[in-house]
Nanobody, 127 residues
Framework: QVQLVESGGGLVQAGGSLRLSCAAS????????MGWFRQAPGKEREFVGV????????YYADSVKGRFTISRDNAKNTVYLQMNSLKPEDTAVYYC????????????????????WGQGTQVTVSS
């Protein structure tokens, strides 16, 4: 029902910024909560942040709080992840995901809550 395609990844030096985009297809995009996750080689996939369907509510992992910002433009069927003050430990493949229903914050941090996933985009932060 929803297809997601991430873009905007690349190589950036520590302290730099990068903006990821997730373009979605689907008539019901505006009804989905959108999450961002990341996974480094040999590591488990971890929660980055989530935004509700209207864009009025966001929640972030402590590791990125104050540095990353999620936003969405429902008219463009796109969600964004603005990443500032990047650190080498931010290096990972970043995925966007869509969830049909909003649940508790604890549930929304779980990858298993999400119904659709993008292919991922690589972000590499050098020292």
């Amino acid at each position: 029902q929803v297809q997601l395609v991430e873009s905007g990844g690349g190589l950036v030096q520590a302290g730099g910024s990068l903006r990821l985009s997730c373009a979605a297809s689907g008539r019901t995009f505006s009804s989905y909560a959108m999450g961002w996750f990341r996974q480094a080689p040999g590591k488990e996939r971890e929660f980055v942040g989530v935004i509700n369907s209207s864009g009025g509510r966001t929640y972030y992992a402590d590791s990125v709080k104050g540095r990353f910002t999620i936003s969405r433009d429902n008219a463009k069927n796109t969600v964004y992840l603005q990443m500032n003050s990047l650190k080498p430990e931010d290096t990972a493949v970043y995925y966007c995901a869509a969830a049909n229903l909003w649940s508790t914050i604890t549930v929304m941090t779980s990858q298993f809550r999400y119904d659709y996933w993008g292919q991922g985009t690589q972000v590499t932060v050098s020292s």
